[in-house]
């Protein structure tokens, strides 16, 4: 074990050993079952919302005004035990609303709901893992360097609070009046509105990871390996790569993920101010807000998009815990 | 430390009075309108009297002066009139009657001092969102704990998977759930917060509990998963440290070693986030309180936002960014209690 | 008194079975406490201060106008003995003045009489320069009002009235005391908090504890001009929240009496119906929800002169277009999705009361797709490249669509956009913050007035039951522009001569049949210049709990108008 605080050392063999590390991280990221069960599922629903609406090609905003309020199939089950066969095999009769057209049902105006989740999906993975890499990288910039160097801590750190006070809704009215036109101008209506909440969202919530690498780094650079690697003269860029940003991975990832729930979420709530895609534009957030008053009639409504959020950050979790693991020098040594 | 604080306490007037502006100028930026909500019905012309006598007419520097002035120099004089007149503290001195008719910060939409809404607002926000807040710390920190100590246990696994899945879920549908299973199903709660609601006896403290349940359930949940994650992930990184098997080695109680000496030095982000949410139980809680109609700070906050009330706003955001920057200056105090070795001088 | 037998008998109707004698007889107070749930919540009760419907139907339980609106849009004497008539001699020949008077031994609830002093205070109040009244435009043409004695007024005109009922009736007019509130004129208004959020009135109740945007505890007011009236000893009137909520708490719950305002899907009203702890109630009166479609080019590349007058729409000023695009909506499905008994399929932007609503358009209330598509053809918009939008003369049939930020008006706007693209109309959606929306800031390109998009589409309405200053709304003067601050009425800049002399016309007619007549006309011209496309004509739905009796839902005054009359059955 104590060979691992060779870590904390400036090792000299670098070239061969770097790529030998990496190697290292893989090899222990596979020993973590959870990460590994949390990668596949991670994979799959990417997989899936990306590849989804090309072999289930009902158009997400279609809507069929003859099937309305439409039940999933799996609705069946609530039929007494003589009549599921026959309901599964000829939907249209039975005494529950289904039919195979729509498995999954569809909403008060008739649209699938199966082919809004997948293409809802897009959106909301892409707008979650966008916001949340902006989030991230620059709180993790700021905090650093507001740990790291005690003479610009004050300024970021006041810039910190300034961001924490704003008040998330006027800026956002602010930056759509101001970027709206010129952004959908240069990326198209959709494009550029994707821009504007994930920097929206990015923006707004850098701070608690700032704050949190922060304390972290103003604990770390006391520590003695990095009071040893610096009197050997290393320089800091080096330091902070090398030795003070893989001791402060853990609080990164649980920010990463929960960050992802609050960008998905956030995006749904400013959607539903109007700040958001075009309102036939269906993600997760707002498919499980608009289902929330039909919960206690079609609880499915609330139950897929719910799950699938719960199911990505849980996945996102695991990959986290994996990847903190294997990163951890002395666990990975064992 | 003592010339640390001393020095961050001074630089926090310009700080504070930079945030102000900034944020009236965010507001005064922002599209919209005091009159979105008086109904089409009343015409134009009306309406533009109406921002008139809202003062609208005046520029916005000379706004903002006032604003300065009302809230940092009359304000404080009706403050210390009270508190030498009504309050038990300092009521036993003479009444200062300093404050003399002049306008305080007048709310758009109520045209009374914004002042004393708020004040109406804090018994529920502090009950509420306070109580709700202070639970969910007590829980966290154990949980945390426990499932970085026994990492992968059965514990720590459906500690995870309960805490991701409650920070996931959103408090607008968590909210309903729980209104639909306690009030709707099982008829044990209210579903509506009675903000007149006054604690005498016992009695009438039940009632309080019964309708602070399901909102303090809600709310501790969200800040329970985040802070849990949080002191696992600190626990786990201070656990594998050599200090850790150096107590173990001189015989020190896995008691001590775990709950002293681990517990101190995995506290730093913990007492960061614990320091970024004490400011947001006085912002309240936007979405549950509007679920469970608690009307506490957080749901006068979103009402003045939506009629563009800007007083109303720009003072509660601006208490706000007090106690942020005073909380932030706590932590970072409390850094250097945990770990000494930290030094900003 | 004709007002007495109308109530008893709609009151009589409504609880149709059970202990009708004993529920209206008996002292004040008898039935306890009322619990009502506005889910927005009031943030004053001085309703001259605000104008929101919120703040108007909190302070009707306190202070009172002259004349109420009943549900059938019929005026009935409220604190005025009578309603003047040029038959009774109430209202002068030349239709120059007014004449009411109070009814005998009305008392303030602090126990001093009602007098023509207060009402002739009201006026100088709401008309003060400096105040910011939300009401003042009711005493539009007023030049004065006078005391003939302690309880006559005479309200004088300074050109002649032909509808003179506005100056204190409607529950937007009420009358508040002299007494409390002269201190409180003009810009001293807000320093009046305490008149403000506790006014004095003469109606069924009296604050004792107001909460800005909270709650609101009223108790039966001891000096009510009518014996053992109202029912109730409180009233606890609570907000916030919103519309689901509050019908969940009288529908399911059962934790309320009353709730206001609930627009919510279809079904899921009906869902909660179905619990049997109360029922939905809905008044109509004149909201529409509607289209208008932008007569002028709101092309961003226009720069200053965008949505003006100078450039006329490329397609949208062409009648068959937005006839076509009005064939294509089926709005008995809009009706079903989004409002179903709170909404009515309409042709009209008239649609109340029933003399003034016109019959000549009603073609409209049944889709007609194969029409709108041969019209199209005619009009010259066919589609040469075969990309599902029609063109013509190298323009395309392309519109920006917005709305405020609402569950149905979302929902309205997915179908309306699914039958025009089915059509060969290429359509944008775009929601916006309802603050920004109705907001009249200058400075946000997304107000409904700027109007920076081809159609948008909100309800109107308008107060009262005279529809004099709503179809003057859409004269060439009100049309927003640069010059006026984007201010005015006339979101679709529709313009002609023609209907600008008919406005005139009214404005100088006083028989009834008459106006009518000319309102029709009105509103016939601007449906067949396709300017405006309403949808449905929508009503107000509230929820009460079975046990409460004497509603009389009523959406053309406040729709608790007759909370005097309220009492406690068995549900």
Known sequence: MTDQTATADPAPVKAAKERGQWADVWAQFRTHKG???????????????????????????????????????????????????????????????????????????????????????????????????????????????????????????????????????????????????????????????????????????????????????????????????????????????????????????????????????????????????????????????????????????????????????????????????????????? | MLTFTIRRLLTAVPTLLFISLVIFLLLELAPGDPM?????????????????????????????????????????????????????????????????????????????????IIVQRLPQTLWVVGMAYVIGVLIALPIGIISAYRQYSVFDQVGTFVSMIGFSIPPFFSGVVVIVIFSVQLGWFPSIYDTTHRVVDWETFKVQISQMVMPVMVLALQTTAQISRFMRASMLDNLGQDYVRTARAKGMRERTVVLIHVLRNSMIPVVTVIALGVPSIFGGAIITEQIFKVNGIGQLFITALKANDLPMVLTVAFIFAFLIVLFNLIADVLYGVLDPRIRYD | MKLRTALFGAAASIAATGAWADAHEGERGRDGQLNIIYWQAPSTLNPFLSGGTKEVESASLIIEPLVRFNPQGEMVAWLAEDIPTVENGGVAEDLTSITWTLKEGVQWSDGTPLTSEDVIFTWEYCTHPEGGCAQSSYFDGVSDVVAVDDRTIRVEFSSPKPFPYTAFVGSESPIIQKAQFQECLGARAPECTDANFGPIGTGPFVVTDFRPNDVVTYEANPNFREEGKPAFASVNFKGGGDALAAARSVLETGEFDYAWNLQLAPEVLDQLAAAGNGQVVTAFATSVERLHLNQTDPDASLGEGRATMDHPHPFLTDPRVGQALSMAIDRQLIVDVGYGAAGQVTCNVLPAPEAYASTANDACKTQDMEGAKALLEEAGWTDEDGDGVREKDGERLSVLYQTSTNAVRQDTQAIIKQLWEELGVEVELRNIDASVFFGGDPGSPDTFQKFFADIEMYTNNFAGVDPEAYMANWRCSEIPSPETQWQGSNIQRFCSEEYDALVTQMSETAGLEERAELAKQMNDMIMQSYSIIPLVHRGNPSAHANSLGGIEMNDWDAEIWNIKDWYRQDG
């Open chain 2, 36 to 116: 979105a909500q008086v109904p089409l019905t009343v015409p134009p012309e009306v309406k533009q009297r109406m921002r008139e006598a809202l003062g609208l007419g005046e520029p916005v520097p000379v706004r903002f002066y006032k604003w300065l002035v009302q809230m940092f120099w009359i304000e404080p004089k009706v403050f210390i009139d009270w508190m030498t007149r009504d309050s038990w503290l300092l009521g036993w001195l003479p009444d200062t009657a300093l404050y003399s008719g002049e306008q305080r910060v007048i709310s758009w939409q109520t045209r009374s001092p914004v002042m004393d």
């Open chain 1, 35 to 334: 990460a590994l069960i949390g990668s596949g599922v991670f994979l799959t629903i990417v997989a899936t919302v990306l590849f989804g609406p090309y072999i289930w090609t009902v158009d997400p905003g279609y809507q069929d005004f003859r099937s309305r309020n439409m039940r999933h199939i799996l609705a069946c089950f609530s039929l007494p035990w003589g009549e599921i066969a026959s309901c599964f095999t000829s939907p249209d009769t039975a005494a529950v609303n289904v039919t195979w057209v729509h498995p999954l049902g569809t909403d008060n105006i008739g649209r699938d709901t199966l082919a809004r989740l997948l293409f809802g999906g897009r959106i909301s993975m892409a707008v979650g893992l966008t916001a949340m890499a902006i989030a991230l990288l620059l709180g993790t910039l700021i905090g650093i360097l507001s740990g790291y160097f005690r003479r610009i801590d004050g300024p970021l750190m006041r810039l910190t609070d300034l961001f924490l006070a704003l008040p998330l809704l006027p800026l956002l009215l602010v930056m759509v009046l101001l970027f709206r036109e010129r952004l959908s101008s240069a990326f198209g209506p959709e494009g550029g509105i994707f821009i504007l909440i994930v920097c929206g969202i990015g923006i707004t919530s850098w701070m608690p990871t700032a704050r949190i690498v922060r304390g972290d780094v103003l604990a770390l650079k006391e520590r003695e390996f990095v009071l040893a690697a610096r009197s050997i003269g290393t320089r800091p860029a080096r330091m902070i790569l090398r030795h003070v940003l893989p001791n402060v991975m853990s609080p990164i990832m649980v920010s990463a993920t929960l960050g992802i729930a609050t960008a998905i979420i956030t995006e749904s709530a400013l959607s539903f101010l109007g700040l958001g895609f075009p309102p036939d534009f269906p993600t997760w957030g707002r498919l499980l807000n608009d289902g929330v008053q039909y919960m206690q009639q079609y609880p499915e409504r609330v139950v897929w998009p719910g799950a699938l959020i719960s199911v990505v950050v849980l996945s996102v979790n695991y990959i986290g815990d994996g990847l903190r693991d294997a990163l951890d020098p002395r666990i990975r040594g064992l």
